[in-house]
């Protein structure tokens, strides 16, 4: 959990797996239970799993009136996370201000479903990552999801890394003969790194159309990008055909990482073209998976990178850089009777009333001498 991001923009679900017959909808993410719903004016919907009257699990209710209702008492929560209606008391005066959930932002974009897991103000709010190609009509879309096990940082710099592509992939798209030596330049941006190169690909699973133009076995252009905190946007481009990758890493608990797959593309436009493309990306991140779930830096003094690692490095520092500002999901961990733990980061919710942010300030300080306590003993 120490090096999970909050106050970041995450995918928790395509649009498609919320309409109004699927939900409540339970998702987890960094550790913490959410349950999506739609609200009486449609409006996508993201709050805490835990109800704040008994600590009943939200997601198991339904929805009603617009209002998420709990399955236990029946107390309705609004989009807001205020509780609007308790059906047990007659005058809704009664309802007392603080009966609420931490309520998180949610946007569509790209036909998927991102929510900000934080308290930031929205000036203050990273981006979501610009893909373009995912509006052109132009461009056929692909997708896909894969769970893996293990931490997310290994996971998403092996997404990062292209210089592994010639050795490690020699099999599927990379070309072992022509590994990367080339010389580059990094782009360092406030929540993006980026960096264009050429590459050689393996001319036995070449999935672009023939580019006889261009004689055998062009270079293909191929810009990174690293958008924080998990997001990767990998373009490849030869003549006039790109196709565009977006992995988005969902950090599901401290073991699972779910790592979500949105290709596009300006070529083949037809479903058996996405069936190869689709199986050609599982064979890759397969290569990948086997090495990755393999990967222990965590034990060395200090994973030492070299020149050429220079991107992958730049996307590093970005990523500790927001962890170094106090992004940290560690301090909203908390531990349940059955020995499990829970997350629940503040929403920005707190902020708008006191009382409510000051009694979890009281519980997260509280939790924290707890932990303190037990490494005492
Ligand atoms: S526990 Fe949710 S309404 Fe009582
Ligand atoms: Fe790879």
């Known amino acids: ?38 609200d009486a004016a449609g409006k996508f919907s993201a709050v805490n799993d835990v109800c704040p009257h008994m600590g009943a699990s939200l997601s198991l209710g339904c929805v009603k009136n617009g209002n998420l209702v709990c399955p236990y008492h029946h107390f309705g929560f609004a989009s807001s996370g205020k509780c609007a209606e308790v059906p047990s008391i007659v005058a809704p005066g009664k309802i007392p201000s603080t009966l609420m959930v931490d ?139 790109t196709d565009v990758t977006l992995f988005t890493f969902t950090p599901i608990d401290d073991n699972e ?15 058996v073209a996405d069936t190869k493309l689709k199986n050609l990306g599982e064979r890759i991140l397969e290569e990948d998976r086997l090495v990755i779930e393999s990967c222990v830096p965590e034990v060395l003094p200090r994973a030492i990178g070299v020149s050429v690692d220079k991107y992958l490095i730049a996307a590093r520092n970005l990523y500790d850089k927001w962890l170094k500002a106090g992004n940290s999901v560690q301090d909203h961990v908390f531990e349940t009777n059955r020995g499990t733990r829970l997350t629940i980061l503040p929403s920005p919710v707190r902020a708008n009333n006191e009382t409510f942010g000051r009694s979890w300030k009281r519980r997260e300080a509280q939790e924290k001498k707890t932990r303190k306590d037990k490494t005492t003993d």
Not at 4 to 32: D, H
Not at 181 to 203: A, F, H, I, M, S
Not at 215 to 241: A, I, Q, S
Request: glycine residues 6%.
């Open 1 to 38: 959990m120490k090096e999970w991001l909050k106050n970041s923009w995450y995918v928790i679900a395509r649009a498609c797996e919320l309409t109004v017959e699927t939900q409540p909808l339970k998702k987890k993410l960094l550790g913490q239970n959410l349950a999506l719903f739609i």
């Open 103 to 241: 309520s998180y932002p949610i946007v569509e974009k790209y036909g998927l479903l991102w929510v900000f897991m934080g308290d930031m103000p929205e000036d203050k709010r990273p981006p979501i990552v610009e893909v373009p190609e995912f509006d052109k009509p132009e461009f056929r879309s692909l997708y896909h999801d894969l769970t893996w096990r293990g931490s997310v940082r290994p996971m998403l710099e092996n997404l990062i890394d292209f210089t592994h592509f010639s050795y490690l992939h020699a099999g599927t798209f990379g070309n072992g003969e022509h590994p990367f030596r080339e010389d580059y330049t990094v782009k360092r941006g406030e929540y993006e790194v980026e960096c264009t190169v050429k590459v050689k690909l393996n001319p036995d699973n070449w999935f672009f159309p023939p580019v006889p133009e261009l004689g055998e076995n062009p270079d293909v252009t191929v810009r990174c990008r690293y958008h924080v905190p998990t997001l990767v946007v990998n373009d490849f481009t030869v003549g006039k055909y």
């Open 257 to 271: 990482v779910l790592i979500r797959m949105f290709g596009c593309r300006n070529f083949d436009q037809n479903a």
